[in-house]
């Protein structure tokens, strides 16, 4: 854990952010600034700054970043309606905060 990343500090209960769902590996809330009715955020609870940081120890986090983001898709009614699944990566590629996590965006009508 990294003392001045916000998302290591959601991720382990230091603020009083909703966690929708948490596993061993993650946890699962709503973006604060929302880009559709349906804007989660996938966060693993080992900091890594982006996709480029990753190793192949790192392949079960991103597995089941992906798995749990299906789950919540069906939970929150966008699977069948469809719906986006983004990693922003460095500033370049719009990530503002570095420490990876998964955007799952939709509910579009
Ligand atoms: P990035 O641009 O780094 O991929 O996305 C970071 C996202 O995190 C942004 O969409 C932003 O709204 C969201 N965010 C930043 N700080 C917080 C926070 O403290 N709480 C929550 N729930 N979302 C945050
Ligand atoms: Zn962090």
Known sequence: MEKDCIF???AHGRTDTEILTETDTLVVFKDINPHAPVHLLFV???HIRSINDLTSAD???LSELIMVARDM???HGVSKSGYKLLYNVEKGGGQ???HLHLHLIGGWH
């Open 59 to 61: 392949q079960e986090i």
């Open 96 to 98: 503002l905060v570095f």
């Open 44 to 46: 693993p609870k080992k």
């Open 8 to 10: 290591c500090q959601i």
């Open 73 to 75: 898709a069906k939970e």
